[in-house]
């Protein structure tokens, strides 16, 4: 696998994967508005060609890595972060767990907004 290059652009809520300058894979989240704050996966996408090459499972680590480094828990909303999150328990333990109400929260939010996913 060619080195990837994973950029957090917080602004557009996308943390993305380049293979050199060509964007190859993105998480799509957001920030748990108000406390407790989380980082709330929404989706993850790998771009047609570039399958199979680890590009989503790097993403996914790097964002609970991301989470760990913030002191936030993760809410893996998207349905292969969570997949993820239960194959590799040693990684996702990097960052916080999320409780019951964080990931009640986002999901409410995630509703609230869903036109933008």
Partial sequence: MAEIDIRDNRAQGRLEAYE???LVG???YFVLA???AALVAV???VERGHEGKGIA???VKEFYETAAREGVPVVPLCPYAARWAQRHP???AVAPAAAEETVRAAEAQLKADS???
Avoid: C, I, S
């Fill in 34 to 36: 108000g406390a407790p």
């Fill in 43 to 45: 989706h993850t996408v």
């Fill in 115 to 117: 036109a933008r996913w």
């Fill in 90 to 92: 040693d990684e996702v």
């Fill in 57 to 59: 499972g790097t993403l």
């Fill in 26 to 28: 993105v998480v799509g």
């Fill in 20 to 22: 050199g300058d060509e």
